[in-house]
């Protein structure tokens, strides 16, 4: 992919993982606010969070979230019913991609994960 504007710091970090505990939306809060904080990126709001709460198919549920970065921001999907997630990180500022992945796998317990940076 060509970079159409090299003087942007841009990094982007997808992880997807499979994990052995049970995830709320405190928990979800949680984890964003965590990461953020453990990669040193600054937050300037809330994590954004919904909930199905049963509307679609029984595997779809879990949430979606998203918390805004003064470098751009960190989205977080969780299907609860099939111990999955899926996040990405996107900023315009440099962070430890091993350590955000070192803070998924314990945070969620993940029994398997995967990363690619893009």
């Not at 993982?17 to 809330?46: F, P, W």
């Not at 099939?82 to 993940?110: G, H, P, Q, W």
Request: with cysteine; hydrophobic share 35%.
């Amino acid at each position: 992919m060509k970079d159409l504007d090299p003087s942007i710091t841009r990094q982007r970090l997808l992880i997807e993982a499979t994990y052995d505990r049970e995830i709320t939306e405190s928990d979800v809060r949680d984890c964003l606010n965590g990461l953020a904080g453990s990669l040193e990126l600054r937050t300037y709001g809330e994590p954004i969070i919904h909930s199905p709460s049963g509307q679609g198919s029984p595997e779809n549920q879990g949430f979606d979230a998203f918390v805004p970065l003064i470098d751009s921001g960190i989205s977080l999907y969780i299907w609860t019913n099939k111990k999955f997630m899926s996040s990405v990180l996107y900023t315009c500022k440099s962070f430890d991609s091993l350590r955000a992945v070192e803070f998924i796998e314990s945070f969620f317990n993940a029994t398997e994960i995967e990363y690619q940076e893009f």
